[in-house]
């Protein structure tokens, strides 16, 4: 089966930086589709950013543009989202998932299209 485990989370200062990793196990790495998410308390998940297996192209939702950085590297089967200029709005659990195929770039910020899903690392921001 297929397992995705976080680490990396933590209790960080207003403007800290944090790199969160995702090891995948149970699927071959490279051809999937990773994205990480983060739920907030009384908040929906949602996506943060996500990365093909492929061509490496990357997607990010705008809060997040500039602060952070998906990257993978298929030989760990591991994939990173490495945090900079922390904000207390970026306080929440993040989730790694992986998806076997999305057909569409647009698609890539909707958590149904994921299969697999990890249990989730605690991001603390303190302001």
């Known amino acids: 089966q297929v397992q995705l485990v976080e680490s990396g989370g933590g209790l960080v200062q207003t403007g800290d930086s944090l790199r969160l990793s995702c090891v995948v196990s149970?699927?071959?790495?490279?051809?999937?589709?990773m994205g990480w998410f983060r739920q907030a308390p009384g908040k929906e998940r949602e996506f943060v950013a996500a990365i093909l297996g492929s061509a490496g192209s990357t997607s990010y939702t705008d809060s997040v543009k500039g602060r952070f950085t998906i990257s993978r590297e298929n030989t760990k089967n591991t994939v990173y989202l490495e945090m900079n200029s922390l904000k207390p709005e970026d306080t929440a659990v993040y989730y790694c998932?992986?998806?076997?195929?999305?057909?569409?770039?647009?698609?890539?910020?909707?958590?149904?299209?994921?299969?697999?899903w990890g249990q989730g690392t605690q991001v603390t921001v303190s302001s």
């Open positions: 149970g699927r071959t790495f490279s051809s999937l589709v």
């Open positions: 998932a992986a998806a076997i195929s999305i057909n569409y770039f647009s698609d890539l910020r909707y958590p149904p299209r994921y299969n697999y």
